[in-house]
């Protein structure tokens, strides 16, 4: 079995920063990269970046110059920075963990992904 268990979440003001952090845990497993998506209250989960394990950093483009992925898979940890915070990153963030290799948009789609967290709420006022 294993774990994925985020922390970092909570109620800022737009403009402001925040740390989110993902440990994986558990049996051994394989992993080429983790990742963070987010759920926005009526809309469907949608990818926000990926650290792979070897190449350069994924980021969807709503997040791009704000948000920063950073980890060490060798240890199964990941974060994301997120800067100049807006009313609409408001949402559920989930840390998530694929074992094979993915390339372009093929990172973005919820079915590669094996190991999922159970989210952490991040709410930006306005």
């Known amino acids: 079995q294993v774990q994925v268990a985020e922390s970092g979440g909570g109620l800022v003001q737009a403009g402001d920063s925040l740390r989110l952090s993902c440990v994986a845990s558990?049996?051994?497993?394989?992993?080429?990269?983790m990742g963070w998506f987010r759920q926005a209250p009526g809309k469907e989960r949608e990818f926000v970046a990926l650290?792979?394990?070897?190449?350069?950093?994924y980021y969807a483009d709503s997040v791009k110059g704000r948000f920063t992925i950073a980890g060490d898979n060798a240890k199964s940890t990941v974060t994301l920075q997120m800067h100049s915070l807006k009313p609409e990153d408001t949402a559920v963030y989930y840390c998530?963990?694929?074992?094979?290799?993915?390339?372009?948009?093929?990172?973005?789609?919820?079915?590669?992904?094996?190991?999922w967290g159970q989210g952490t709420q991040v709410t930006v006022s306005s």
């Open positions: 558990g049996r051994t497993f394989s992993r080429y990269a």
């Open positions: 650290n792979p394990s070897s190449g350069s950093a």
């Open positions: 998530a963990v694929r074992s094979r290799y993915c390339s372009g948009y093929g990172c973005y789609r919820l079915d590669g992904y094996d190991y």
